[in-house]
């Protein structure tokens, strides 16, 4: 045992600031792809609640492709995808040979693009969820488009949207384990190539959990806490 | 558009399909038995509901890929388990994978089941009891029935999530379609062309399972059908 906290510890021969360091990029390419997911949500949902017919079946594409693929080949498609249009740019530019694409912006890319498709039903859902009274209120008493978006709507809406967008986040730092197919550094990457040298891979394997279960229970709070924080004016049953 | 090489990609895909179907099929069939098992298990006692919210706690709050290398490299480690009857078969991707994606599945499916099980109305319950039925009677005729149709769309999304996250067991060597389709990628270097192939035979069995359960659902709710539809 104790040879185990050796290993993930801070000694010279330990991983602990390698997994650190992983954990904080896995952190950050999951936050990362749920703000870029987050603006598709919002475009997607808008799209889809006000757009003409050919806006809304665009909307619609998107929403059921992205939701019916798999996750790991959206990643396959941004990757390869990325890199060979990179390798053609790179090509009229007069460079020779394959420009590979950052595993980050990938990563960001690929899981925001299908927690979009998330979100937007998300974000569509607890639009329609504000009381219609409000928004004629918010008329009555003369407000702007802009303003009542900003006084109203969004607040409103996020109340209502904020349970589902936690799901969401939870999915996305669970799919960031993916983006170590790029091999990108994240904490997935890491784990494994730390089994792979230390032949201790059941170890470092369930470190990795351990350290998903800390960053999704640790977020889930944080959701939590600003979920209630958008009830406190609700009555308590 | 080169239509050729897309019907060549598409041909060569499709016999991978089976491959994918038996993975998820197999880890669902399996997963689902042990979701009962651990949904009533919850119920049942206060010690047993908190093991298994601390199962259902590990393998929702972790990526499945990390499941899938903790049992593909991670149990060799040991070597009670490779010199145990286990190893032939945890060897194995296949079993592996299986074994990864059932346990994971049993999780999120135990939650729906459960979700299922408390919402069987006390008055049906308690009718049933009153005719006089054995607990398993009352089960098999009342709870499980009504808990089921209950449960059947939250499950029937389950079910797609399932077929979506068979793609990582190419990962671990797996030749099912996304790996196929990897290794198409890697003799013709056409990445989008390929992976947009595999993505819609995807998109073409979750539609048709999105359609099967809806089928389903529909012929278990007769009450909810109208006279003349």
Request: aromatic content about 10%.
């Amino acid at each position: 045992m104790s040879s185990y906290f050796t290993l993930i510890g801070f000694g010279p021969t330990g991983w602990g600031w390698q997994l650190v360091a992983a954990t904080l990029m896995t952190l950050a390419v999951s936050a990362a792809a749920f703000v870029t997911g987050a603006v598709f949500g919002v475009l997607g949902a808008w799209a889809k609640l006000s757009g003409g017919r050919a806006v809304r079946g665009a909307a619609d594409a998107y929403t059921t492709v992205l939701r019916g693929i798999p996750d790991l080949l959206v990643i396959y498609l941004f990757y390869f995808g990325g890199s060979a249009l990179m390798t053609s740019i790179g090509k009229m530019m007069g460079s020779q040979g394959f420009l590979g694409l950052n595993g980050f912006l990938v990563g960001m890319l690929a899981i925001g693009t299908v927690s979009g498709a998330y979100q937007t039903e998300v974000m569509r859902a607890a639009f329609l969820a504000i009381p219609r009274g409000e928004i004629e209120a918010a008329r009555a008493v003369g407000m702007g488009r802009a303003l009542m978006l900003r006084r109203i709507i969004a607040p409103r809406a996020l109340r209502f949207a904020l349970p589902g967008l936690g799901n969401v986040w939870q999915q996305v730092l669970k799919e960031s384990a993916l983006i170590s197919v790029t091999g990108m550094l994240e904490l997935v990457r890491q784990i494994h190539l730390a089994a792979g040298s230390s032949r201790l891979p059941f170890d470092f394997y369930a470190t990795g959990a351990a350290l998903f279960l800390l960053l999704t229970t640790l977020t889930g709070l944080l959701f939590r806490g600003a979920e209630q924080r958008t009830q406190r004016h609700e009555r308590q049953g | 558009m080169d239509f050729t090489f897309l019907s060549d990609t598409i041909a060569r895909l499709l016999p991978a399909i089976p491959t994918t179907l038996a993975l998820a099929g197999t880890s669902v069939a399996i997963g689902m038995v042990l979701a009962l098992l651990l949904a009533l298990l919850r119920l049942s006692s206060r010690v047993a509901a908190i093991v298994v919210r601390l199962y259902v706690f590990v393998f929702r709050g972790s990526p499945l890929l990390v499941q899938i290398f903790l049992i593909y490299y991670g149990l060799g480690q040991f070597a009670a388990v490779r010199d145990s009857w286990l190893w032939p078969f945890l060897r194995k991707p296949w079993w592996c994978a299986v074994l990864a994606l059932a346990l994971n599945t049993a999780a999120y499916g135990s939650e729906i089941i459960r979700g299922g099980l408390t919402s069987v109305p006390l008055g049906s319950i308690e009718a049933g009891r009153a005719a006089g039925m054995s607990r398993f009677t009352l089960y098999r005729r009342i709870i499980l029935p009504l808990a089921l149709r209950q449960a059947l769309p939250a499950y029937g999304s389950e079910i797609i999530i399932m077929v979506k996250s068979t793609s990582i067991a190419s990962i671990i060597t797996l030749m099912e379609l996304t790996g196929v389709a990897r290794q198409i990628v890697s003799e013709s270097f056409r990445a989008v062309e390929v992976f947009l192939c595999a993505g819609l035979i995807y998109l073409a069995i979750n539609f048709l399972l999105t359609r099967a359960v809806s089928l389903l659902e529909r012929s278990l709710n007769p009450h909810l059908r109208g006279a003349n539809t």
